[in-house]
């Protein structure tokens, strides 16, 4: 909460309170907490209310007349305490309503990077025009995505830093409801999303130094968007890295075009578990022909002569990290793999080339039982070795920002905490990469071990 909502919140117990004090001090504590509440509630109006100041100022509206009544009445007496206290019970639970809800939907705070760039950021828009939009039926329209950029960057330390979700308040906002809408929440939930600013800087002149950057590429999870890792991404841009996010039209909740259309998710679950999973076998493979297609546009991108493209690591979350594995075994211009809980989609062979490290929140009886032994034949099959680390304390979207802003329920965001969850899984994602890109440490299952339960599935042995 800010300090005018912080404001908003004691004037409102104050006047409460007023009631239950003596006689002498209850005409000074009463006038002066009914002014701030008043110029609070009015700067309100004025600079926008997220939804959970609303009982808050509802419970000082019902408290201030019980509060003011004794002031303007010379002979009004205070009601018998047996009657007053259910009403004042009332106004605090009212008033408490709104801090509780403002902690289990809070405007994210994102953390600090802690790698020694600074960490600039842009939005481009690409489009193939040798490949059919698959969602349309229109033959002249033909895939577009949208990419985002996290890049080691040179800047002042107080220029303007990124909207969360969107390039403007309004696109953040957009975004926003339709991931609201998407699992069935009322958008006003989110509204303090929209609000949160990153660390990285818009379009901030590239690091001088550092050569030449490794690039990691990410897909998003089912129906989410490009920036749902931005904690993630920038936490690794800052180590010197470039990070390429894609939103996949049709698919991803939201996903606003340069000219200000809005394309939101056209994947449906049709509740038939074999057609769900002949379904999302084809979306997956959009996505990694999209994942493709983005490295190759990288080629030609004016940032290219800083991008090491012969370094890349694709990486996704969910559905994103089964099109990282499909893509990797498609096209090995791909150096090295990261899939954050997703499970394998399409078909198994060939197997894959390239290194790969699954990352899987902790198993439960709720766990779909599939999952392991099909990420287990996949890692099997690899030639080089294959790691998966299975992280205590996690959920499916402890790998997203999600932990951030959403309320701390182990079952949904993880038990690891608001600002542990997405230092964990970058710091995991970084120790791969600076071993298979950069030549970093020669204990990578050492390293990783540190942070769950690690399998090694090695080549010759086969796991």
């Not at 300090?3 to 004691?10: F, G, S």
């Not at 209310?49 to 009445?73: D, E, H, K, N």
């Not at 594995?325 to 150096?335: E, I, S």
């Not at 294959?386 to 949904?412: E, K």
Request: proline content about 8%.
């Amino acid at each position: 909460m800010n300090l005018l909502e912080i404001l908003t919140l004691l004037s409102a117990v104050a006047l409460v309170v007023a009631r239950w004090l003596p006689a002498v001090a209850r005409p000074r504590v009463t006038i002066a907490a009914g002014a701030v509440f008043l110029l609070s509630a009015i700067a309100l109006c004025v600079t926008g209310i997220r939804w959970q100041l609303l009982p808050v100022l509802a419970g000082g509206v019902v408290a201030a007349p019980f509060a003011f009544s004794p002031l303007v009445r010379s002979r009004a007496r205070r009601a018998r305490w047996w009657l007053a206290l259910p009403g004042s019970v009332f106004c605090v639970c009212l008033i408490t309503t709104g801090p509780v809800t403002a902690w289990a939907f809070p405007v994210p705070v994102f953390p600090t990077p802690s790698g020694g760039f600074a960490v600039g950021t842009r939005v481009l828009q690409w489009t193939d025009p040798d490949r059919p939009e698959n969602f349309t039926a229109d033959p002249r329209d033909h895939r577009t995505v949208v990419a985002q950029l996290w890049y080691p960057a040179n800047g002042p330390a107080d220029a303007p830093r990124a909207q969360y979700l969107g390039r403007t308040e309004n696109e953040a906002r957009t975004v926003a409801d339709a991931l609201a809408g998407g699992v069935g929440l009322p958008g006003f939930l989110f509204d303090g999303v929209p609000l949160a600013r990153t660390h990285a800087v818009p379009d901030a002149p590239v690091a001088v130094e550092g050569g030449r950057f490794p690039v990691v590429l990410f897909s998003p999870g089912s129906s989410g968007v490009r920036t749902q890792n931005t904690a993630w991404a920038e936490e690794i841009a800052s180590h010197g890295y470039a990070v390429v996010a894609l939103d996949h039209p049709y698919d991803s909740a939201a996903v606003v075009l340069a000219d200000g259309r809005t394309i939101t998710s056209a994947t449906v679950s049709t509740g038939d578990r074999a057609e769900d999973d002949r379904l999302a076998d084809d979306w997956t493979a959009i996505r990694a022909a999209d994942l493709s297609f983005a490295l190759t546009r990288l080629g030609a991108d004016p940032l290219a002569a800083r991008l090491d493209t012969g370094r890349v690591a694709v990486t996704g979350h969910s559905m994103g990290g089964a099109a990282a594995l499909l893509a990797a075994r498609r096209d090995h211009r791909f150096t090295a793999v990261i899939d954050l809980d997703g499970y394998p989609r399409g078909p198994l062979s060939p197997a894959l080339d390239q290194p790969t490290l699954a990352l899987t929140q902790a198993v439960t009886p709720a766990t779909d039982p599939r999952y392991l032994p099909r990420l287990t034949d996949v890692l099997t099959r690899g030639a080089a070795t294959n790691y998966r680390l299975t992280i205590p304390g996690a959920a499916h979207l402890t790998f997203t920002d999600g932990p951030l802003y959403l309320p701390p329920v182990p079952s949904i965001v993880g038990s690891l905490g608001r600002a542990e969850s997405p230092r964990v899984v970058a710091a995991v994602s970084l120790a791969f990469l600076d071993s298979l890109l950069r030549k970093g440490s020669g204990d990578l299952a050492g390293a990783l071990s540190s942070y769950g339960e690690l399998s090694v599935f090695h080549v010759e042995r086969g796991r």
